[in-house]
Protein backbone atom coordinates (compact mmCIF):
# COMPACT_ATOMS: atom_id res chain seq x y z
CA UNK A 1 0.00 0.00 0.00
CA UNK A 2 1.05 3.65 -0.23
CA UNK A 3 0.41 6.19 1.64
CA UNK A 4 1.11 10.21 1.43
CA UNK A 5 1.58 12.47 4.28
CA UNK A 6 1.67 16.09 3.69
CA UNK A 7 3.28 18.71 5.76
CA UNK A 8 3.88 22.86 6.42
CA UNK A 9 0.62 24.27 6.41
CA UNK A 10 -0.41 26.69 9.13
CA UNK A 11 -1.59 30.69 9.59
CA UNK A 12 0.17 33.02 8.15
CA UNK A 13 -0.23 36.58 7.35
CA UNK A 14 -0.70 37.77 3.69
CA UNK A 15 2.75 38.39 1.87
CA UNK A 16 4.34 36.00 4.01
CA UNK A 17 5.69 32.67 2.80
CA UNK A 18 5.43 28.70 3.43
CA UNK A 19 6.69 25.45 2.40
CA UNK A 20 4.49 22.64 1.95
CA UNK A 21 6.18 19.25 1.57
CA UNK A 22 4.72 15.73 0.94
CA UNK A 23 6.49 12.15 1.73
CA UNK A 24 5.52 9.22 -0.49
CA UNK A 25 5.87 5.89 1.65
CA UNK A 26 5.16 2.18 0.98
CA UNK A 27 5.59 -0.16 -1.97
CA UNK A 28 6.96 2.37 -4.42
CA UNK A 29 8.61 1.14 -7.41
CA UNK A 30 8.56 4.45 -8.81
CA UNK A 31 6.60 7.45 -8.85
CA UNK A 32 5.74 9.43 -12.31
CA UNK A 33 3.75 12.83 -12.27
CA UNK A 34 3.50 14.84 -8.58
CA UNK A 35 1.19 17.35 -7.73
CA UNK A 36 -0.55 19.85 -6.01
CA UNK A 37 -4.00 20.43 -5.62
CA UNK A 38 -6.39 22.84 -3.32
CA UNK A 39 -9.96 23.61 -2.31
CA UNK A 40 -11.13 26.17 -0.64
CA UNK A 41 -14.37 26.17 1.32
CA UNK A 42 -17.13 25.63 -0.60
CA UNK A 43 -15.29 25.27 -4.02
CA UNK A 44 -13.77 22.48 -5.94
CA UNK A 45 -10.55 21.32 -5.90
CA UNK A 46 -8.35 22.49 -8.06
CA UNK A 47 -4.88 22.26 -9.48
CA UNK A 48 -1.78 24.49 -8.21
CA UNK A 49 1.35 22.45 -9.75
CA UNK A 50 2.54 19.41 -11.00
CA UNK A 51 6.27 18.14 -11.78
CA UNK A 52 7.66 15.20 -14.06
CA UNK A 53 10.22 12.44 -13.07
CA UNK A 54 12.02 14.85 -15.58
CA UNK A 55 11.51 18.03 -13.44
CA UNK A 56 9.13 19.73 -16.25
CA UNK A 57 6.35 21.94 -13.94
CA UNK A 58 2.85 23.56 -14.73
CA UNK A 59 1.33 25.93 -12.75
CA UNK A 60 -2.21 27.57 -12.27
CA UNK A 61 -2.15 30.97 -14.15
CA UNK A 62 -2.92 32.08 -10.03
CA UNK A 63 0.40 31.01 -8.62
CA UNK A 64 3.07 31.96 -11.22
CA UNK A 65 5.68 33.34 -9.88
CA UNK A 66 4.90 32.86 -6.57
CA UNK A 67 4.54 29.14 -5.90
CA UNK A 68 7.88 26.74 -6.81
CA UNK A 69 6.98 22.55 -7.34
CA UNK A 70 10.01 20.91 -6.77
CA UNK A 71 10.79 16.77 -5.69
CA UNK A 72 13.54 14.87 -4.28
CA UNK A 73 12.55 11.70 -6.09
CA UNK A 74 15.24 10.03 -3.92
CA UNK A 75 13.17 10.29 -0.76
CA UNK A 76 10.03 10.00 -2.96
CA UNK A 77 8.95 13.53 -0.88
CA UNK A 78 7.45 16.71 -3.24
CA UNK A 79 7.64 20.45 -2.07
CA UNK A 80 5.48 23.35 -2.59
CA UNK A 81 7.27 26.53 -1.89
CA UNK A 82 4.62 29.23 -1.30
CA UNK A 83 5.94 33.03 -1.42
CA UNK A 84 3.95 36.18 -1.86
CA UNK A 85 0.63 34.25 -0.12
CA UNK A 86 -3.11 36.09 -0.47
CA UNK A 87 -5.88 35.21 1.69
CA UNK A 88 -7.05 33.91 -1.06
CA UNK A 89 -4.82 31.27 -1.21
CA UNK A 90 -6.85 29.57 1.95
CA UNK A 91 -6.96 26.48 0.84
CA UNK A 92 -6.91 22.44 1.97
CA UNK A 93 -3.68 21.50 0.55
CA UNK A 94 -3.23 18.00 -1.41
CA UNK A 95 -0.91 16.39 -2.89
CA UNK A 96 -1.34 13.35 -5.43
CA UNK A 97 1.30 10.75 -7.31
CA UNK A 98 1.08 8.54 -10.09
CA UNK A 99 2.52 5.17 -8.61
CA UNK A 100 3.61 2.43 -10.31
CA UNK A 101 1.68 -0.54 -9.97
CA UNK A 102 2.23 -4.19 -10.03
CA UNK A 103 2.86 -6.10 -12.43
CA UNK A 104 5.37 -3.39 -13.14
CA UNK A 105 5.90 -5.08 -16.70
CA UNK A 106 2.43 -3.63 -17.78
CA UNK A 107 3.71 -0.02 -16.57
CA UNK A 108 0.34 1.20 -14.98
CA UNK A 109 -0.04 3.83 -12.89
CA UNK A 110 -2.16 4.50 -9.62
CA UNK A 111 -2.81 7.96 -8.56
CA UNK A 112 -2.78 7.99 -4.90
CA UNK A 113 -3.98 11.26 -2.68
CA UNK A 114 -2.84 12.57 0.59
CA UNK A 115 -5.14 13.82 3.35
CA UNK A 116 -4.58 17.19 3.26
CA UNK A 117 -2.96 20.32 5.39
CA UNK A 118 -4.58 23.26 5.45
CA UNK A 119 -2.94 26.75 4.31
CA UNK A 120 -4.74 30.20 5.94
CA UNK A 121 -3.50 33.22 4.59
CA UNK A 122 -4.58 36.31 7.46
CA UNK A 123 -5.08 40.33 6.23
Known amino acids: QVQLAESGGGLVQAGGSLRLSCEASGSIRSINTMGWYRQAPGKQRELVAT???????NYADSVKGRFTISRDSGKNTLYLQMASLKCEDTAVYYC?????????????????WGQGTQVTVSS
Open 96 to 112: NADVLIPPFFTARFRTY
Open 51 to 57: ITTGGST
